[in-house]
């Protein structure tokens, strides 16, 4: 063990250098307004022909006995003539870091690059784990397959190039919806903040498909560590109802975890599936009710900025007063490259963390952004992970 290291933050070497990068990006040249938006979209099945441990619950061992429902890959990219970008959300707990290590290797043959793609996942606590290669990976996530990481990435590099087949010229709008009854603060109770909107970005086409990219503040956490069955959890019950056969509003529907830290889902129901199809029956008969008003407008504006983290040691705090070693951390945990990532979609801007993000947060933000006149999505798990 050695001292936990009390100098305040803003006399720290990594709080200097953050300043500096920080000056560093808000330099840099806005890009020219693009010639018109063009989007397409597409999916690749994630569920693996042979069993895997699932991630998100330490407690639970073994391998997933059962597909519940399958998970997937989703992309949609979005080109304005001078800058093409990816967004990714992912079926799975987090955006593993080994995951993201191998994407920068392969997005460039089909085009892409690490730097133009906006990472995400569902956070389910019910997915493909076996992707975590040290000791603290391996509790959450089970015993590491380089199959399971290599089958990730190649969905996503899947995904990504057969969305970039469909583009097609595109209008843009956002709007939120309030779902207080879904949320609540699973650390701090009834006098904790809580994060209680569902934020919406509607794309469509002049072709007439559209599609709908949701992020909402609930842990994925409807099913328990007693069950083993490989699932979205609710946001792909949300999913799946969204682009409901008949249903002429969305054709391709996305969920992104938003700030998920201390948010638990608060539908009350003590048989876990239920729990989950509630939720999820919940959210989208709030969104449906406002999903035909969202504004559409032309808008070809299109940015996307990365911002590394400059962290300090790492403080695994064993007592009051005591931290572990900075090197048996690295040992048990790793070290990984992480970013903030910004992605500007029209007037909306949207936030990418390496970590479960507070929901506790996102009001502060949410005000400044709309002084601003823009709208805010926080999302998290970006492709690294620095913690809770």
């Given at each position: 063990m050695v001292p936990i290291d009390r100098t305040p933050?803003?006399?720290?070497?990594?709080?200097?250098?953050?300043?500096?990068?920080?000056?560093?990006?808000?330099?840099?040249?806005?890009?020219?307004?693009?010639?018109?938006?063009?989007?397409?979209?597409?999916?690749?099945?994630?569920?693996?022909?042979?069993?895997?441990?699932?991630?998100?619950?330490?407690?639970?061992?073994?391998?997933?006995?059962?597909?519940?429902?399958?998970?997937?890959?989703?992309?949609?990219?979005?080109?304005?003539?001078?800058?093409?970008?990816?967004?990714?959300?992912?079926?799975?707990?987090?955006?593993?870091?080994?995951?993201?290590?191998?994407?920068?290797?392969?997005?460039?043959?089909?085009?892409?690059?690490?730097?133009?793609?906006?990472?995400?996942?569902?956070?389910?606590?019910?997915?493909?784990?076996?992707?975590?290669?040290?000791?603290?990976?391996?509790?959450?996530?089970g015993q590491y397959d380089q199959r399971v990481v290599d089958h990730i990435t190649n969905s996503i590099v899947k995904a990504v190039d057969a969305a970039q087949q469909q583009l097609a010229p595109t209008q843009v709008g956002y709007d939120r919806v309030a779902a207080p009854e879904f949320v609540y603060n699973r650390l701090l109770g009834e006098g904790g903040a809580e994060d209680p909107f569902v934020r919406l970005l509607k794309l469509r086409k002049t072709t007439g498909e559209t599609a709908l990219l949701c992020t909402y503040a609930a842990h994925a956490t409807c099913l328990s560590a007693?069950?083993?069955?490989?699932?979205?959890?609710?946001?792909?019950?949300?999913?799946?109802?969204?682009?409901?056969?008949?249903?002429?509003?969305?054709?391709?529907?996305?969920?992104?975890?938003?700030?998920?830290?201390?948010?638990?889902?608060?539908?009350?129901?003590?048989?876990?599936f239920r729990q989950m199809r509630s939720l999820a029956t919940g959210l989208d008969q709030k969104i449906e009710q406002q999903l035909e008003q969202i504004p559409l407008r032309a808008d070809s504006t299109l940015r996307m900025l990365s911002l590394p983290l400059a962290l300090r040691e790492p403080h695994w705090k064993l007592a009051k007063n005591w931290r572990m070693r900075p090197w048996l951390y690295g040992w048990l945990y790793g070290y990984y490259p992480s970013e903030i990532k910004a992605l500007r979609i029209g007037n909306t801007v949207l936030l990418g963390t390496p970590c479960d993000f507070s929901g506790e947060l996102v009001r502060d933000f949410d005000a400044v952004c709309r002084q601003k006149g823009v709208d805010l999505m926080v999302t998290s798990f970006n492709g690294g992970y620095v913690g809770y």
């Amino acid at each position: 063990m050695v001292p936990i290291d009390r100098t305040p933050y803003q006399r720290m070497a990594y709080y200097q250098r953050e300043k500096t990068l920080l000056r560093q990006l808000a330099a840099q040249p806005r890009p020219r307004p693009g010639a018109g938006l063009r989007a397409g979209w597409a999916k690749v099945n994630l569920t693996p022909a042979y069993a895997t441990p699932t991630a998100g619950y330490g407690n639970r061992r073994g391998n997933f006995e059962g597909v519940h429902d399958s998970i997937f890959a989703r992309a949609i990219v979005l080109d304005n003539g001078g800058l093409r970008v990816a967004l990714v959300s992912v079926d799975l707990l987090i955006v593993p870091p080994t995951v993201t290590a191998q994407l920068k290797k392969k997005l460039p043959a089909i085009g892409f690059s690490l730097a133009r793609t906006y990472l995400a996942a569902t956070h389910s606590h019910n997915s493909l784990g076996a992707w975590g290669e040290r000791f603290i990976g391996q509790v959450f996530a089970g015993q590491y397959d380089q199959r399971v990481v290599d089958h990730i990435t190649n969905s996503i590099v899947k995904a990504v190039d057969a969305a970039q087949q469909q583009l097609a010229p595109t209008q843009v709008g956002y709007d939120r919806v309030a779902a207080p009854e879904f949320v609540y603060n699973r650390l701090l109770g009834e006098g904790g903040a809580e994060d209680p909107f569902v934020r919406l970005l509607k794309l469509r086409k002049t072709t007439g498909e559209t599609a709908l990219l949701c992020t909402y503040a609930a842990h994925a956490t409807c099913l328990s560590a007693a069950q083993k069955q490989l699932s979205r959890d609710y946001p792909g019950q949300l999913v799946d109802a969204l682009e409901k056969k008949g249903r002429a509003s969305v054709d391709f529907a996305v969920f992104m975890a938003g700030a998920v830290g201390s948010q638990g889902p608060a539908e009350p129901n003590p048989d876990d599936f239920r729990q989950m199809r509630s939720l999820a029956t919940g959210l989208d008969q709030k969104i449906e009710q406002q999903l035909e008003q969202i504004p559409l407008r032309a808008d070809s504006t299109l940015r996307m900025l990365s911002l590394p983290l400059a962290l300090r040691e790492p403080h695994w705090k064993l007592a009051k007063n005591w931290r572990m070693r900075p090197w048996l951390y690295g040992w048990l945990y790793g070290y990984y490259p992480s970013e903030i990532k910004a992605l500007r979609i029209g007037n909306t801007v949207l936030l990418g963390t390496p970590c479960d993000f507070s929901g506790e947060l996102v009001r502060d933000f949410d005000a400044v952004c709309r002084q601003k006149g823009v709208d805010l999505m926080v999302t998290s798990f970006n492709g690294g992970y620095v913690g809770y």
